[in-house]
């Protein structure tokens, strides 16, 4: 069974940084695409970012430029690296694993607020 835990949320000011981490455990040898989605309140949740086990990462318009997504191998994690914070990227967010089958798995997600 695949598990996924996510940290690294928190509370920053507009224009900070935060790093979020995704760590997969159990079998994901077969999985095709991890990345990271959000959910706002009163929103439907929406990707930010997804890093495919080939071909370049992918990022929603409205992060790219200021998120940078990578992933381990070896560690079986995926970072996501955000800079220059919006308000508007107040959400929480949560880590997917795909895998070939089609099958998902995601995490219990973390709250990420800007705001000053």
């Known amino acids: 069974q695949v598990q996924l835990v996510e940290s690294g949320g928190g509370f920053v000011q507009p224009g900070g940084s935060l790093t979020l981490s995704c760590a997969a455990s159990?079998?994901?040898?077969?999985?095709?695409?991890m990345g990271w989605y959000r959910q706002a309140a009163g929103k439907e949740r929406e990707l930010v970012a997804v890093?495919?086990?080939?071909?370049?990462?992918k990022y929603a318009d409205s992060v790219t430029g200021r998120f940078t997504i990578s992933k381990n191998n070896v560690d079986k994690t995926v970072t996501l690296q955000m800079g220059s914070l919006k308000p508007e990227d107040t959400a929480i967010y949560y880590c997917?694993?795909?895998?070939?089958?089609?099958?998902?798995?995601w995490g219990k997600g973390t709250l990420v607020t800007v705001s000053s």
């Open positions: 159990g079998n994901i040898f077969s999985h095709n695409a």
């Open positions: 890093v495919f086990s080939g071909g370049p990462p």
């Open positions: 997917n694993l795909r895998l070939y089958t089609g099958v998902e798995y």
